[in-house]
């Protein structure tokens, strides 16, 4: 597949309603700049959200009971087991360097936590930091699923920006009690997208509409920060901000880059099987 993809488009005389469709809301491209690029990448997006339907059967997305908090819990616990510390409601009041301008500690309340590496989001290192866009975001509360789902208890839209005359796709999640983030009988959903224009909520019509009766709402703009580098100066390693996505494909983009820039290589998905075991008999 050295094409690119506009050839493998026109090679199976797709219009461009579904080009939009494989594009965004199977290849989850965020905009439309893979059609010049080889067909292999869309091709093996298109497989993994495939293989990822046959795997769950009713959709290729997981989403983690009592919400997604339980993904930074899940990690503290697996971090305790090989032996590392936290410290909660500790104010961050800075970091310390050596002579080499590598960090070698974390201050917080006048004490001294020593380390090599630091990784944080930009809200700690704000001068270490640039603003890059913003996204805007509607928390919805609902009485019932999202209309013309078959009455679903979870759904993911994505609205291809080409559809709505934009630049930006826009998302659509709905979660609900089945999940035990809320209670019986109860939707949430969330309405986002990147902001293009000055009138922020506005861009969220399109996705809006297809919530049915909203019984409150909560809107609120926040910027998209990214570090100015890559972190290897002094060892202080910077994620970005979480963009309009619902599907959370970049966040675990930027935390493979991360690792990369720490470890100075790629991170081995094969190697996790090995550590599921190794987890599995340290439970036992």
């Keep these: 597949l050295c ?65 997604l908090g339980e993904l930074p819990q899940g990690f503290a616990r697996l971090s305790a087991i090989y032996g590392g510390t936290y410290m909660l409601s500790k104010p961050f009041e800075g970091i310390t360097k050596g002579e080499d301008g590598k960090v070698t500690g974390v201050t917080s309340e006048g004490e001294t936590a020593k380390c090599k590496i630091v990784v944080a989001d930009p809200s700690y290192f704000p001068d270490k930091c640039k603003k890059v866009g913003q996204v805007v975001r509607a928390i919805c509360l609902l009485r019932e699923p999202l209309p013309n789902t078959n009455n679903s208890q979870s759904s993911q839209i994505i609205i291809p920006q080409n559809q709505v005359g934009r630049k930006s796709d826009i998302y659509v999640l709905c979660v609900s009690f089945a999940h035990n983030i809320a209670p019986q009988d109860w939707y949430v959903a969330l309405v986002s997208t990147t902001v293009e224009t000055a009138n922020p909520e506005a861009e969220l019509e399109p996705g809006m509409r297809l919530l049915g009766p909203v019984i409150e709402k909560f809107v609120s703009v926040s910027d998209i920060m990214a570090p100015n580098d890559d972190g290897k100066d002094d060892n202080v390693f910077i994620s970005s901000s979480f963009d309009a996505t619902t599907h959370f494909e970049t966040t675990c983009e930027d935390i493979i880059g991360i690792y990369e820039k720490i470890t100075g290589e790629p991170f081995n998905f094969a190697s996790l099987d090995a550590k599921l075991e190794e987890f599995k008999n340290l439970g036992e």
């Design 3 to 67: 094409v690119d993809t506009t050839a493998l488009y026109e090679k199976y005389k797709l219009d461009t309603n579904v080009r939009d469709f494989v594009g965004h809301a199977i290849a989850l491209y965020r905009n439309d700049e893979y059609i010049n690029e080889p067909a292999v990448g869309t091709v093996n997006r298109m497989k993994l959200y495939f293989n990822s339907i046959a795997k769950y059967l009713k959709s290729p997305y997981l989403y983690p009971l009592y919400g």
